[in-house]
């Protein structure tokens, strides 16, 4: 069964930064588009971040400029590392293989 178990998640002043780490198993990580996701209580799960098994990458309009994803293949591992973070990025943070497989997340919460 795979896994996805991320970590890296906290609690932090607005301005702040934090790296959250998704680590995956049971999987051939290489070869999936690795994505963020985030869900914030009464709202829609959006898209943060995504990085395709080229490098390419994508992000969400509220986090471009701050966010920035990457993937180490030999870890199979994906990175998100959020700078500059606001109170309006407090969410629960997924990891997704693929759209495939999901994490069960990690909590960031940012104070104002």
């Known amino acids: 069964q795979v896994q996805l178990v991320e970590s890296g998640g906290g609690l932090v002043q607005a301005g702040g930064s934090l790296r959250l780490s998704c680590a995956a198993s049971?999987?051939?990580?290489?070869?999936?588009?690795m994505g963020w996701y985030r869900q914030a209580p009464g709202k829609q799960r959006e898209l943060v971040a995504d990085?395709?098994?080229?490098?390419?990458?994508n992000y969400g309009d509220s986090v471009k400029d701050r966010f920035t994803i990457s993937r180490d293949n030999a870890k199979n591992t994906v990175y998100l590392q959020m700078d500059s973070l606001k109170p309006e990025d407090t969410a629960v943070y997924l990891c997704?293989?693929?759209?495939?497989?999901w994490g069960r997340g990690t909590q960031v919460t940012v104070s104002s």
């Open positions: 049971r999987i051939i990580f290489s070869i999936y588009t």
């Open positions: 990085i395709t098994t080229g490098g390419r990458t």
């Open positions: 997704t293989a693929g759209y495939l497989h």
